[in-house]
């Protein structure tokens, strides 16, 4: 069971550089979310999606750009980094959203913006 | 503004030992609490908590809820090297639009 995988695992950027987290899922899930988290912090939500083609900000959508075109994929775009962007970044999967679901994660991706 | 503190938020023991990590909430509108692990990578589901005074188990892990006081403790007896990680608590608050918010984690380390 593959579960929620995200590509790349790490990456290292130039200030204003652009690129695209890939993020997908195979347990047919609704929810889908971009979390990112800083070191001794909490995770943050960036942007979440209930459904294809809907998504919403979470606590820190600032730099951030996300899209969802089918159930499976929920690829998250930055387009000027910026080195406060400098994060683990998760992407996360639940089957709805009733205040009582576990969510699922990816393995991380590890992004450096020099 | 929803709140989860987690204490402590480092935590050094020997192998055997037993810990109890703790994890408070403020919310508004509480719906359910959830541990996780963090080892490198993702985190991983641990327990879900919905009613008070209802002990959650597995293995030797176990944790319990206090919706009166809110906070609730995870409790690891004979820690192993491996229960090395970050513990993160996270509630989930709300009405019609969710909210989940999680706490710093607590980082335990078991040495041998």
């Known amino acids: 069971n593959a579960g929620v995988t995200q590509t790349p695992k790490f990456r290292i950027l130039k200030i204003g550089q652009s690129m695209t987290l890939q993020c997908t899922q195979d347990m047919n899930h609704n929810y889908m979310y971009w979390y990112r988290q800083d070191p001794g912090m909490g995770l943050k939500l960036i942007y979440y999606?209930?459904?294809?083609?809907?998504?919403d900000k979470g606590e820190v959508p600032n730099g951030y750009n996300v899209s969802r075109s089918t159930t499976e994929d929920f690829p998250l775009r930055l387009e000027l980094a910026a080195p406060s962007q400098t994060s683990v970044y998760f992407c996360?999967?639940?089957?709805?959203?009733?205040?009582?679901?576990?969510?699922?994660f990816g393995s991380g991706t590890q992004l450096s913006v020099l | 503004e929803d709140k989860v503190v987690q204490s402590p938020l480092s935590l050094v023991v020997h192998e055997g030992d037993t810990v109890t990590l703790n994890c408070s909430y403020e919310?508004?509108?509480?719906?359910?609490l959830l541990w996780y692990k963090q080892e490198k990578k993702a985190p991983t589901f641990l327990f879900m908590l919905?009613?008070?005074?209802i002990e959650k188990k597995s293995g030797r892990l176990s944790s319990i809820l206090d919706k009166k006081e809110l906070f609730s403790i995870l409790n690891i007896t004979a820690t192993q090297t491996g229960d090395s990680a970050v513990y993160l608590c996270?509630?989930?608050?709300?009405?019609?639009?969710?909210?989940?918010?999680f706490g710093k984690g607590t980082l335990l380390t078991v040495n041998p």
């Open positions: 996270a509630v989930w608050s709300g009405g019609s639009n969710y909210k989940l918010t």
């Open positions: 919905t009613s008070s005074g």
């Open positions: 999606s209930v459904g294809a083609g809907i998504t």
């Open positions: 919310v508004t509108n509480f719906r359910s």
């Open positions: 996360a999967s639940s089957y709805s959203q009733g205040g009582g679901e576990k969510l699922f």
